[in-house]
């Protein structure tokens, strides 16, 4: 089931751009968030890394993507321009451009995609052979779920449901989840410190639950592995 994820994606990035917004971030990068012809219900707004704005399409580095919809509380976006404006303000960004190529096929996918998911078989079906054949999102969920958080070789293993990226985050926590690097120009799992700027790129889960001056608290799905300061001592050091 998962073999198809490549191709999907692959799929969905080639397709026709329907909106693409330029953003800056506080360490001066750029980044691109782009809505496919082919984006999915589950991965809609695309995000990519780039040199500049005028960075060729083939350059672009991909980073990250979030769903359509946003089902926790109220919806902190429900369009294109809401959710660019979501995107800049939790991450701090300047937003430098907003341009909607294509109204009406961006109006179309904003209530309805072709799939629900890159991680399902998009191959076409006879419903009158075999309904069992068919591969659901839903299906998919369902194995995702069933795979232990602490399984580090499982394909979800340590991934952050980045749609819930509105978490609040204590001092005294140290979060260690899957995010882009900007050390290493890619995306793997390193302790989050409640002040950024002393995130430690090569301190991932391993090594945090090791170090006597932390206690592990446990996973959650939303905001990955938990771990608080022994002491209050040195607290964000």
Same mark, same amino acid.
């Given at each position: 089931?998962?073999?198809?994820?490549?191709?999907?994606?692959?799929?969905?990035?080639?397709?026709?751009?329907?909106?693409?917004?330029?953003?800056?971030?506080?360490?001066?990068?750029?980044?691109?968030?782009?809505?496919?012809?082919?984006?999915?219900?589950?991965?809609?707004?695309?995000?990519?890394?780039?040199?500049?704005?005028?960075?060729?399409?083939?350059?672009?580095?991909?980073?990250?993507?979030?769903?359509?919809?946003?089902?926790?509380?109220?919806?902190?976006?429900?369009? @294109?321009?809401?959710?660019?404006?979501?995107?800049?303000?939790?991450?701090?960004?300047?937003?430098?451009?907003?341009?909607?190529?294509?109204?009406?096929?961006?109006?179309?996918?904003?209530?309805?995609?072709?799939?629900?998911?890159?991680?399902?078989?998009?191959?076409?079906?006879?419903?009158?052979?075999?309904?069992?054949?068919?591969?659901?999102?839903?299906?998919?969920?369902?194995?995702?779920?069933?795979?232990?958080?602490?399984?580090?070789?499982?394909?979800?293993?340590?991934?952050?449901?980045?749609?819930?990226?509105?978490?609040?985050?204590?001092?005294?926590?140290?979060?260690?989840?899957?995010?882009?690097?900007?050390?290493?120009?890619?995306?793997?799992?390193?302790?989050?410190?409640?002040?950024?700027?002393?995130?430690?790129?090569?301190?991932?889960?391993?090594?945090?639950?090791?170090?006597?001056?932390?206690?592990?608290?446990? @996973?959650?799905?939303?905001?990955?592995?938990?771990?608080?300061?022994?002491?209050?001592?040195?607290?964000?050091?």
């Amino acid at each position: 089931m998962y073999n198809n994820s490549d191709k999907n994606k692959q799929t969905v990035i080639s397709s026709a751009i329907l909106a693409k917004a330029t953003v800056r971030r506080e360490n001066g990068r750029i980044y691109l968030i782009v809505v496919f012809q082919h984006s999915t219900r589950h991965e809609f707004y695309w995000v990519f890394q780039a040199k500049s704005a005028r960075s060729p399409r083939r350059s672009w580095r991909y980073v990250w993507h979030y769903g359509r919809d946003f089902n926790m509380g109220e919806k902190p976006y429900r369009d @294109f321009g809401s959710f660019v404006d979501h995107y800049a303000r939790i991450n701090h960004a300047q937003v430098l451009a907003v341009r909607v190529h294509h109204t009406r096929r961006l109006a179309t996918v904003l209530t309805k995609t072709d799939h629900e998911s890159i991680h399902a078989d998009w191959t076409p079906q006879d419903l009158s052979k075999s309904k069992a054949s068919l591969v659901s999102y839903a299906s998919f969920d369902n194995s995702r779920r069933s795979i232990s958080p602490t399984n580090h070789k499982g394909f979800y293993f340590n991934q952050r449901n980045r749609n819930l990226d509105e978490f609040s985050q204590s001092p005294d926590e140290v979060l260690v989840y899957e995010d882009w690097c900007d050390e290493c120009m890619s995306k793997h799992s390193y302790a989050h410190f409640a002040d950024a700027t002393k995130n430690k790129c090569k301190l991932g889960f391993s090594a945090m639950k090791s170090n006597p001056g932390f206690e592990y608290r446990g @996973f959650n799905n939303s905001t990955g592995f938990r771990f608080t300061y022994r002491s209050v001592i040195g607290a964000g050091a």
